[in-house]
């Protein structure tokens, strides 16, 4: 009976320690490839001629999607124990830090035109993961030399893969 439990402990062990098995862990530290990134990018507001006394009304969205290792020349980033990263290329890399918290990234650095950066993770394995963020600017330009006013929303949506 003794010999029955062990061969079934040691099945059960064997079976729970699969490496094939991506929901062993969920950590962000080590060394990531970008494999895949879309990017929407979305201009919405309205361009007003002073001079005709016209107003256009913007309103443009466009999405490109890249996948494959030789379009990103190398990029990835490095998320090391300390709470530093580097973010990488085939010819230079940028540092910065980072903290991880429930699927929610936050890197601090002027990496991205902004001091803090918040990004969503998602479907975070041993080998790959998901990032999605949302980086929005307002532009109102008033040029009375040339007799126009605008005022823009600027949105980029990212969502990149990563594999390690």
């Not at 990017?39 to 443009?60: A, C, R, S």
């Not at 090391?80 to 890399?93: A, E, M, P, Q, Y």
């Amino acid at each position: 009976m003794k010999k029955i439990l062990f061969i079934a402990l040691f099945a059960v062990t064997a079976i729970s320690c699969d490496k094939k098995d991506n929901n062993n862990t969920n950590s962000i530290v080590g060394r990531w490839m970008v494999s895949q990134n879309s990017v929407t990018e979305t201009e919405i507001g309205t361009e007003t001629d002073l001079i005709d006394d016209t107003t256009i009304n913007i309103n443009i969205t466009e999405t490109n999607t890249a996948s494959g290792d030789s379009l990103f020349d190398g990029l990835g980033v490095e998320f090391l124990t300390d709470g530093s990263l580097i973010f990488f290329d085939n010819s230079d890399s940028e540092t910065a830090t980072y903290s991880y918290s429930n699927s929610t990234l936050t890197i601090y650095g002027d990496l991205f035109d902004e001091d803090t950066t918040v990004i969503d993770v998602s479907n975070l394995t041993s080998n790959s993961m998901n990032w999605n963020w949302t980086y929005t600017e307002r532009e109102i330009e008033s040029d009375s030399s040339q007799g126009f006013i605008s005022d823009i929303t600027y949105t980029e949506t990212n969502a990149f893969s990563f594999t390690k």
